[in-house]
Nanobody
Framework: QVQLQESGPGLVKPSQTLSLTCTVS??????????WSWIRQPPGKGLEWMGA???????YYSPSLKSRTSISRDTSKNQFTLQLTSVTPEETAVYYC?????????????WGQGIQVTVSS
């Protein structure tokens, strides 16, 4: 059973950098055919895909966030990390990490429970 767990600060000040870590257990982030993704949901809005990192370390970003987003990984800890710079209060959201299975039907098969991040001074 694969489990994902987000961690990081719940409060970030405007213009600062948001950093979150997703710790994965029950499966390796280097296993082929998966993309390890970051997704967020602002209050009252839909899910927004932010970016992902593949088994080889290749990264993919939402065009609207690409200039401010960085996703990296630590394979020794089986973790991947999101950094989002210059955050604004409008980026208050629940942030999720999730595994996307690619090849065959594409689907998010495992999700973290989500972490509430509030951007406020």
């Amino acid at each position: 059973q694969v489990q994902l767990q987000e961690s990081g600060p719940g409060l970030v000040k405007p213009s600062q950098t948001l950093s979150l870590t997703c710790t994965v257990s029950g499966g390796s982030i280097t296993t082929n055919h998966y993309l390890w993704s970051w997704i967020r949901q602002p209050p009252g809005k839909g899910l927004e895909w932010m970016g992902a990192i593949g088994s080889s370390g290749t990264t993919y970003y939402s065009p609207s966030l690409k200039s401010r987003t960085s996703i990296s990984r630590d394979t020794s800890k089986n973790q991947f990390t999101l950094q989002l710079t210059s955050v604004t209060p409008e980026e208050t959201a629940v942030y999720y990490c999730a595994r996307l299975r690619v090849g065959g039907p594409y689907e998010y098969d495992y999700w973290g429970q989500g972490i509430q991040v509030t951007v406020s001074s």
